[in-house]
């Protein structure tokens, strides 16, 4: 029922910019807080970026602040990441999730969400 799907992941060159689109479905979308982790091969899930119902607080790692951000449109019930200055590091798979706790608070831990999506594989190149 609840879909989370993922879309603009690529290959990109170091320095390079991505935008990362994740489409909810089967959620109270407005009311939810969303987020973004990654995962490189044999390493454990990173928190990158987190978003509360309406924008107003969007915690980043930070290994990508300054480079990184998050933003969402609840009438279209997607929520993005725009990727800047692009790293080899950056390389990882991308998940979107979803917190459906009702409160309007955009965790950095991956146990407070409840959907997860398939992932999109980023790639940075040196």
């Known amino acids: 029922q609840v879909r989370l799907v993922e879309s603009g992941g690529g290959l990109v060159q170091a320095g390079g910019s991505l935008r990362l689109s994740c489409a909810a479905s089967?959620?109270?979308?407005?009311?939810?807080?969303m987020g973004w982790f990654r995962q490189a091969p044999r390493q454990e899930r990173e928190f990158v970026a987190a978003i509360t119902w309406i924008g107003g607080r969007t915690p980043l790692t930070d290994s990508v602040k300054g480079r990184f951000t998050i933003s969402r449109d609840n009438a279209k019930n997607t929520v993005y990441l725009q990727m800047n200055s692009l790293k080899p590091e950056d390389t990882a798979v991308y998940y979107c999730?979803?917190?459906?706790?009702?409160?309007?608070?955009?965790?950095?831990?991956?146990?407070?969400?409840?959907?997860w999506g398939q992932g999109t594989q980023v790639t940075v190149s040196s």
């Open positions: 999730a979803a917190d459906q706790s009702f409160r309007s608070i955009a965790s950095a831990e991956a146990s407070e969400y409840d959907y």
């Open positions: 089967g959620l109270t979308f407005s009311r939810s807080a």
